[in-house]
């Protein structure tokens, strides 16, 4: 199992950035993908999940702002994230539901 992700960087509040996470490794069409993020001094938590059927569900601090989709045919699984605030701060990480393995994570740093 293998997980990239990118897209990560330092913006201004309110506005967005695309995460990606390639996935490698397993049969990415049958697993439910997850977004985490862990900020400085902080625990990991949950940001949202897609399911194999594309349903979402959401941590009630990014409703509304954030989205999250996903392409079986590209092995890639998306987080958008619009009207970002500084308290967004973290290092974000995706994961299958399948399997207890981490990529790198990417910086998402929110700072005027």
């Known amino acids: 199992v293998q997980l990239v992700e990118s897209g990560g960087g330092s913006v201004q509040p309110g506005e967005s950035l695309r995460l990606s996470c390639a996935a490698s490794g397993f049969s990415f069409s049958v697993s439910a993908m997850s977004w985490y993020r862990q900020a400085p001094g902080k625990e990991r938590e949950l940001v949202g999940v897609?399911?194999?059927?594309?349903?979402?569900n959401y941590a009630d601090s990014v409703k509304g702002r954030f989205t999250i989709s996903r392409d079986n045919a590209m092995y890639t699984v998306y987080l958008q994230m619009n009207s970002l605030k500084p308290e967004d701060t973290a290092v974000y990480y995706c994961?299958?539901?399948?399997?207890?393995?981490w990529g790198q994570g990417t910086q998402v740093t929110v700072s005027s």
């Open positions: 897609i399911t194999t059927g594309g349903s979402t």
């Open positions: 994961k299958s539901n399948r399997f207890d393995s």
